[in-house]
């Protein structure tokens, strides 16, 4: 992963025409185009009301299409928030997802470009679908949000570690 490291510039899009570049990598820039996404749910805090990710570890390799499934089961908005994480990574598109009369999910919005952070409100989910540029253990990963004791839910152990190999 050295190499790869060496390659990338400033940014995510610089990493991604550095990968494309990259003779041995080609399979890494054809997913960034298309390709089955590997699924990875995350839950965004508890239905009783625990503030924590779940699971609070989460390992990803570079070159690869995720779809990072963001799951807010619990009666409180949350952030997903990791610069770090921002920094080291593709993204294809976020989507905010819809459950219908018949149960099933399906896509209400699409948004492009460099995400930095997303806020999943109570009962919904939204998909983050990107892939990894550079590799690194990012420790980061928190919530915000403030909670009526006027700490924030990372205080009280929303946080988590994201290793990209
Ligand atoms: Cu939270």
Redesign the pocket.
């Known amino acids: 992963m050295t190499v790869t490291r060496r390659l990338l510039g400033q940014g995510a899009a610089a990493g991604f025409v550095a990968l494309a570049a990259a003779p041995g990598l080609a399979r890494a820039a054809g997913n960034l185009a298309g390709g089955d996404p590997i699924r990875v749910e995350l839950r ?2 508890t239905p009783e009301g625990r ?1 924590v990710f779940a699971p609070d570890r989460l390992r990803f390799e570079t070159g690869r299409l995720y779809r990072l499934v963001l799951i807010n089961d619990s009666r ?4 997903f928030t990791s610069d770090e994480f921002a920094a080291r990574i593709f993204t294809r598109k976020v989507q905010v997802m819809q459950r219908g009369a018949d149960g099933r999910e399906a896509p209400l919005a699409e948004f492009k470009g460099t995400i930095r952070e997303i806020e999943v409100y109570p009962g919904h989910a939204a998909e983050w679908w990107f892939v990894p540029v550079q590799t690194g253990r990012i420790t980061d990963l928190r ?3 403030v909670a009526p004791d006027g700490r924030t ?2 205080a009280h152990g ?1 946080r988590g570690e994201i290793v990209i190999e």
């Not at 409180?76 to 952030?79: A, C, G, L, R, V």
Request: hydrophobic fraction near 30%.
């Open positions: 965004l805090g503030h409180d908005p949350h952030y919530c915000g949000i839910h990372a929303m």
